[in-house]
């Protein structure tokens, strides 16, 4: 198993920067690809952004594409999510989910391990 530990959330005005982190331990080898989720208060849980631990092929939701990055460092087995351009639709709590079958997946079923969120608040 692969336990996820994220980082990095905050409070920040429309139109500033994050950087969130996903640490990953345990059973990392395992690791097909790592993603960010997100959940808004009354929302479900949406897809973010996903890339393969091998290849570092990426995939967004169209809601954050040109405004978030996802990358790794496979010698740190950490996972980060640089977000730019923040609206006050990108508040929620980001998830950081793992999955040791799909490189690609953009769905909840597709992730096997999950961190225990970080809240991140964009201000009008």
């Known amino acids: 198993q692969v336990q996820l530990v994220e980082s990095g959330g905050g409070l920040v005005q429309a139109g500033g920067s994050l950087r969130l982190s996903c640490a990953a331990s345990?059973?990392?080898?395992?690791?097909?690809?790592m993603a960010w989720f997100r959940q808004a208060p009354g929302k479900e849980r949406e897809f973010v952004a996903t890339i393969a631990w091998t290849g570092g092929s990426t995939l967004y939701a169209d809601s954050v594409k040109a405004r978030f990055t996802i990358s790794r460092d496979n010698a740190k087995n950490t996972v980060y999510l640089q977000m730019n351009s923040l609206k006050p639709e990108d508040t929620a709590v980001y998830y950081c989910?793992?999955?040791?079958?799909?490189?690609?997946?953009?769905?909840?079923?597709?992730?096997?391990?999950w961190g225990q969120g970080t809240q991140v608040t964009v201000s009008s």
């Open positions: 345990g059973r990392t080898y395992s690791t097909a690809a």
């Open positions: 989910a793992g999955s040791s079958t799909y490189s690609r997946g953009t769905l909840r079923r597709m992730y096997d391990s």
